[in-house]
């Protein structure tokens, strides 16, 4: 993918997720999501790539919206550092607005960016809903966006990271033309090929979409 296809894809992006937080504001659907529970629950898939140890750790969080994952966080795990990106600049300023009074915001332990990638090295890296919404881009497009942005999480990340797709098994009732669906087989081999060894598919939790987990040793 060019740099100047890449922008323009980014600009879509940034565009269609502006228009919905304008609309739905600081709630799941503000980002795209049917509910708080389907939310949390993504969150615990993507979690699990964090270590045994939960504790003092640094975490890149791409495509983070208003910064939900940030209070799952806080809630589940003891984090060192977290730096959360997004390509849309009204989800990041709602971020750091809603965040300012955290525990760690004051000293500099959290941190926001508009951008579309991070600036940091992390423990690791994760990133939830940003291969969904394709628009009018065709898949092998998208597929070049998604391996792109993989390798980014690959190289921002120690121990690994974790995202996720919708998934191709999805009811063809439900699908929609705008929407990425991902063979769940086909990311998989492309993360054991080109990651790691370790890499895990959870494809068991009631949503359509799966999440991949990738370790590093």
């Known amino acids: 993918m060019t740099k100047e296809n890449k922008s323009s894809l980014l600009s ?6 502006t228009e919905k937080f304008k609309v739905h504001g600081e ?6 999501w049917n509910s708080s529970e389907s939310q949390s629950l993504r969150f615990e898939q993507l979690c699990k790539i964090i270590g045994i140890e939960k504790r003092d750790f640094s975490l890149n969080d791409l495509g983070c919206g208003y910064g939900a994952l940030l209070e799952y966080l806080h809630n589940k ?17 709602s971020a750091e607005s809603r965040h300012v009074k955290s525990r760690h915001a004051s000293s500099g332990l959290v941190r926001f960016l508009t951008a579309a990638q991070p600036d940091i090295e992390a423990d690791y ?15 092998n497009e998208w597929y070049g966006y998604l391996q792109d942005t993989l390798d980014e999480l690959d190289r921002t990340s120690r121990f690994g990271f974790a995202f996720n797709c919708l998934t191709s098994y999805s ?4 699908k929609r033309d705008y929407l990425y669906y ?22 068991d939790y009631g949503l359509y979409e799966f999440t991949i987990l990738v370790r590093k040793l």
């Not at 890296?125 to 898949?139: C, E, L, M, T």
């Not at 009811?171 to 439900?174: A, G, I, N, R, V």
Request: charged content about 25%.
């Open 171 to 174: 009811d063809e009732d439900k």
């Open 125 to 139: 890296g994760v990133a939830s809903g940003i291969f969904n919404v394709r628009q009018g881009r065709k898949d």
């Open 77 to 93: 795990y003891s984090i060192s550092s977290y730096l959360g990106i997004d390509v849309s600049k009204n989800m990041i300023l």
């Open 12 to 17: 879509e992006v940034a565009t269609y997720y």
């Open 182 to 203: 991902a063979d769940p087989c086909k990311i998989f081999d492309l993360c054991k090929r080109r990651y790691s060894r370790q890499v895990a598919l959870l494809h």
């Open 27 to 32: 709630t799941p659907h503000g980002v795209d």
